[in-house]
Each structure stands twice: as structure tokens, then as C-alpha cells.
């Protein structure tokens, strides 16, 4: 894996969040998945297997807690659940390969917070690797893999076939106390690691892969969750490297789940339609208290995105971003709106996000095609917008800053602010920064 990466260049040790775990426990019993049948001749269904094999871990959970290996060989499964109490490891040269059988990947219930599959009415698919309901769950190994195959998915989307919502490579919801560490996720049909109303959760040293032009092949989306830790990861993908949600116009909005207290460091990667971190545009049940630090984006259409819309209502509150390194970025800081992306009729239009608090500083883009975009909302309100040491490099002499309903200040920032960006209400907070 470090040969996909940065390497930090610095002597001091680098500092990590990964406290929100704690520590990894050792498991009382440990079994590999060939003790229930399990054949990893890349062609045998392991779905059974597998399920056989959780559901007989179950028994251990409150007894020392259990682990299931998974050895070298690749594994064809359709989705199965995880248990509490439970490590999950995939040792070298292990690859769990998703069903290509729809029927392997069932229909489930959609989030409450969204109201339908977020891609199509009704229901949702299942994710490959599925919990709800845990607490002290690891999924880890010696840089195994987890390959979601999701041509197939990738396909009926584009042909406009699809009937139900894509389904994750791993979603864990309504959990607490998940690491997630050391291991390749790749070719996800979906978002690819989605923890949704959870908390502690700690995701790091990760590879996450997926081809350019895959649709919504994010590499990893808190959504409504607390006490997040995303560090050290390299993702490409098809959509955004992270996303921040919480939850889609009124269902969001009536559910109230935000998302808060998130650190996103030391990610590097690529993504040619979207952003290195976005936060939205799902964010109706409110986001804040989101530290994003030490991003490395090359070859990508935004650096840092903020997406929110008329209905989405909720807000977006006390945001730290700083150090970042981005190349050949088209836009590298940008505010969006005007998806006009509602779930059904019940969205209401006058139900706008609240923007207070977001503090850019220390970043470097170098062959930009843009300079900083930043569209509010008209009767919205987008305030405290702080920026400083901030230099995007390569613009043709004409390019300016764009601004709409947005005030802000900025110090040290090159091309010229826009006039905004000259407020002096904002000034006090924003230099104390």
C-alpha cells in the first residue's frame, strides 16, 4: 500500500485520531472461513459460508468476542451481516469478490433520513458487507481486498435499467466502536464505505479504488455520525474521495441526525468529476465541527466542495480546513448549489441551509483552471467565511474570484478576493483563527 502514497515528510510523529476506537481487543476464538465450507476458488458461492459462519460467532460475543479469517484465495459472495464482538480479517493475498447475481445483494428498507433509495424510488440494495445495530466491530487484515465487481451495477445505471439503489461495498449503521484499517477496497457498485448513524468510528490506511467514470464510486461517506477519524487513505474514484452527509431535504430535516465532530486527514487522490472532500449536499440533519487537514488532490475537478440547495434546510457550522496541496485542480475551493436533486413533492423550497464558520487556510494550488467559486443561497445565509494564506497558481490573467450571497474575510490570498471577502464584521472571528 505506501507505494500508492505520500510519504510524510517530516520528522515529527504524524498525529492521529485514532483514539476514537481505542484499543484493538484480541478475540477469543479465531476461525478461518474454510471451517464452514468456504472454497476460494474465485468461482464457488461463499454466501452460505459466510453467513453460516457470523451466525455461529454470534455465540462468542459476549465471551471474549470472536474472528473470522479469510486466507489467500478469492471468495465470491453475495452480502452478508457482521456480528458484535467481532473481527473480520482478510490476510495477503485474500479477495472477497461481490455476487454478480442481483438476487445476492437483496432489497433492504430505505434510511428514514432519505425516504426512498437515494437513486431510485422504494427500496435500496443491501451493501456486499453489511452491519446495523454493533458495537466493536474491526475489519481489517494484511492489505486483503474487497473487490465489489461493479461493472454490472455501473452499467445498469448507465443504460438506465437500474430498479432499485445501488448498494454499498460496506455499510455499517446504527453502530458504535468500527475500525475499519489496512485493507483495499476497490470497484464498490456504489458509495464504497458508508457508516451511517454511527459513532467512534475510525477508518485508516486504506486504499480505495475504482475506475474514473464509475458513477458515485465515493470512497467514504459519514452520514450522520459523530466522533469520525478518516486518516491516511488513497482513493480514486469516480465521484468525491469523502463526503460529509446528513440526511436528504424534509426526511433529513424531520430526522435531525447531524453529522459532527469528524476529522479527515492525510488524504491523497484523484478524482476527475468531483471534489477531495465535499460536505453535502445531503446535509439536512446539519453538519459541524469538521477538521479537514493535510489533502493531497491531483488531476480533479474541486478541491474542497461545499454543495447545498434550496430544501435542503439543516447547516453547515465551524469547519476547519488547512494545508492543502492540489494540482491541476479546475476549481480548488468551491461553493455549489442548484442541483435541484429532492427525494419526492414534499421538499420545501423554503427550507435553506444556515453556512456559519468555515476557516480555509495554508493552501497551495498550482495549474488551476478556476479561481475560487463561492455561491451561496439567495436568503440564505453564508457568513464567516475566513480564508488565509491562500495561493491558486496557473489562472489566465482575466480569472477572478466568483461570489454570491456569501461574507467572508480573507488575508494573505492571491488572485484578489472578491469584494465579499472585505468584510469586516467577519474580520475578528476570522483572524483569531
Known sequence: ?????????????????????????????????????????GTTSNTEAFRRAIFHMQAFGNTGGSQLNVPKGR???????????????????????????????????????????????????????????????????????????????????????????????????????????????????????????????????????????????????????????????????????????SGWDHYGIKMARPSSNIIIRRVNGTTPTCSGVGIGSEMSGGISNITIEDLHVWDSAAGVRIKSDKGRGGYIANVSISNLMMERVKIPIRFSRGANDHPDKGWDPKAVPHVKGIFISNVLSLNSTKAPELKGIEGASFERICFKNVTVLGLAPSAAWHCEFVLGFADGVFPVPCPQMEDMDSFGSCMQQ
Open 1 to 41: 500500500m505506501s507505494n500508492l502514497r505520500s510519504e510524510t515528510r517530516s520528522d515529527a510523529p504524524a498525529s492521529s485520531c485514532a483514539g476514537f476506537f481505542g484499543d484493538v481487543p484480541k478475540r477469543k476464538v479465531v476461525m478461518s472461513i474454510e471451517a464452514f465450507g468456504g472454497v476460494g476458488d
Open 75 to 245: 471468495w465470491l459472495t453475495g452480502s452478508f451481516n457482521l456480528t458484535s464482538n467481532f473481527t473480520l480479517f482478510l490476510e495477503h493475498g485474500a479477495v472477497i469478490l461481490g455476487s454478480q447475481d442481483p438476487k445476492q445483494w437483496p432489497v433492504i428498507e430505505p434510511l428514514p433520513s432519505y425516504g426512498r433509495g437515494r437513486e431510485r424510488l422504494g427500496g435500496r440494495h443491501i451493501s456486499l458487507v453489511h452491519g446495523d445495530g454493533l458495537t466493536n466491530v474491526v475489519i481489517t487484515g494484511h492489505n486483503g481486498t474487497v473487490d465489489g465487481q461493479g461493472k454490472m451495477w455501473w452499467e445498469l445505471w448507465w443504460n438506465r435499467t437500474l430498479e432499485h439503489t445501488r448498494g454499498h461495498l460496506l455499510e455499517i449503521k446504527n453502530s458504535r466502536n468500527i475500525l475499519i484499517s489496512n485493507l483495499t477496497f476497490r470497484n464498490s457498485p456504489f458509495w464504497t464505505i458508508h457508516p451511517v448513524y454511527c459513532s467512534n468510528v475510525v477508518i485508516k490506511d486504506m486504499t480505495i479504488l475504482a475506475p474514473l467514470n464509475a458513477p458515485n464510486t465515493d470512497g467514504i461517506d459519514p452520514d450522520s455520525s459523530t466522533n469520525v477519524c478518516i486518516e491516511d487513505c488513497y482513493i480514486e474514484s469516480g465521484d468525491d474521495l469523502v463526503a460529509v452527509k
